[in-house]
């Protein structure tokens, strides 16, 4: 089966550290471009960070730019992304995806089932 799992999520303080994993079953993430996403309760999905699969570019939103590193092991087919000095405005489930074309794609063709981060005193 095709399958993309996210795994690392808990309960951090603010400044914290947490990294989540996304790993793929059934397919390799070699030629993919990785996404990762994050919806808090009553928000839009929002892009947080990608990796291409084209150079291995990275991208992250403003927000979590200088505190978030995305990466990729694919011997592992894994996609990690490290989230250090972690606010409660990251507090939210973070999903990773991968899309077939590359970072900026439109429709994704794989999503996790979402992983819970909570920063919070």
């Known amino acids: 089966q095709v399958q993309l799992v996210e795994s690392g999520g808990g309960l951090v303080q603010p400044g914290g550290s947490l990294r989540l994993s996304c790993a793929a079953s059934?397919?390799?993430?070699?030629?993919?471009?990785i996404g990762w996403f994050r919806q808090a309760p009553g928000k839009e999905r929002e892009g947080v960070s990608c990796i291409s699969s084209s150079d291995g570019s990275t991208y992250y939103a403003d927000s979590v730019k200088g505190r978030f590193t995305i990466s990729r092991d694919n011997a592992k087919n894994t996609v990690y992304l490290q989230m250090n000095s972690l606010k409660p405005e990251d507090t939210a489930v973070y999903y990773c995806?991968?899309?077939?074309?590359?970072?900026?794609?439109?429709?994704?063709?794989?999503w996790g089932q979402g992983t819970q981060v909570t920063v919070s005193s």
């Open positions: 995806a991968a899309a077939k074309s590359n970072c900026g794609a439109r429709e994704y063709d794989y």
């Open positions: 059934g397919f390799t993430l070699d030629y993919y471009a």
